[in-house]
């Protein structure tokens, strides 16, 4: 089981920059697991963001958000980061990172692929 705390989040005008954090703690090798970001906002499902390989090699973006997200991971201090740019009003969610089961398919954008999740952070962005 991998414990998985985000930061970052916040109020933000529409246009505007924020990079979310997500710290990784577990007795497995952080590189040696891909992680992935996904987002909710109240009444609707759980979506998927992005996801990224363990070495960093491989990264899958939802089609919607590819130009404007972008993420990245410092195997070196167990963190995949989420840098949001151009934000939308309609960007606000909640923000979280999470671990696949092994080999799992980054291009799935499966949520029932993804088993360890954090708490979640607030992003709001403000029009």
């Known amino acids: 089981q991998v414990q998985l705390v985000e930061s970052g989040g916040g109020l933000v005008q529409a246009g505007g920059s924020l990079r979310l954090s997500c710290a990784a703690s577990?007795?497995?090798?952080?590189?040696?697991?891909?992680m992935g970001w996904f987002r909710q906002t109240p009444g609707k499902e759980r979506e998927f963001v992005a996801a990224?390989?363990?070495?960093?090699?491989?990264?899958h973006y939802a089609k919607s958000l590819k130009g404007r997200f972008t993420i990245f991971r410092d195997n070196a201090r167990n963190t995949v980061y989420l840098q949001m740019d151009s934000l939308k009003p309609e960007d606000t969610a909640v923000y979280y990172c999470?671990?696949?089961?092994?080999?799992?398919?980054?291009?799935?954008?499966?949520?029932?692929?993804?088993?360890?999740w954090g708490q979640g952070t607030q992003v709001t962005v403000s029009s």
């Open positions: 577990s007795r497995r090798t952080f590189s040696t697991y891909a």
């Open positions: 999470a671990v696949p089961r092994p080999y799992t398919v980054l291009d799935r954008e499966n949520l029932s692929d993804y088993v360890d």
């Open positions: 990224i390989s363990g070495s960093g090699s491989t990264i």
